[in-house]
């Protein structure tokens, strides 16, 4: 079993940084690939970035490329989100999700966390 939660969320004006953080029970938390997924009310839970188990692999959603930078420390059995650039439509719940592959899509993870609060104020 693998659980995990988030924390770091809050408010932040535009153009602020956040470092979102996910925690996880346990070692087996770091031989698993973990990815961050936002939802806005009303639209659609959507990809942000995910990590590989040994931290070496990344990827990103567009929308956040060379803002977000994802990473892991599997000492803590943590997973970071740095976001950086924050823009008002980064307004989200912000989840944390680990599987056993890297992955784009809700589909390649099974565990997931109850997601963090983001507003980003204009």
């Known amino acids: 079993q693998v659980q995990v939660v988030e924390s770091g969320g809050g408010l932040v004006q535009a153009g602020g940084s956040l470092r979102l953080s996910c925690a996880a029970s346990?070692?087996?938390?770091?031989?698993?690939?973990v990815a961050w997924f936002r939802q806005a009310p009303g639209k659609e839970r959507e990809f942000v970035a995910a990590?590989?188990?040994?931290?070496?692999?990344?990827k990103y959603a567009d929308s956040v490329k060379g803002r977000f930078t994802i990473s892991r420390d599997n000492v803590k059995n943590t997973v970071y989100l740095q976001m950086n650039s924050l823009k008002p439509e980064d307004t989200a719940d912000y989840y944390c999700?680990?599987?056993?592959?890297?992955?784009?899509?809700?589909?390649?993870?099974?565990?997931w966390g109850q997601g963090t609060q983001v507003t980003v104020s204009s």
């Open positions: 999700a680990a599987g056993g592959k890297l992955g784009a899509t809700r589909y390649e993870y099974g565990h």
């Open positions: 346990g070692r087996t938390f770091s031989s698993l690939a």
């Open positions: 990590v590989s188990w040994s931290g070496g692999s990344t």
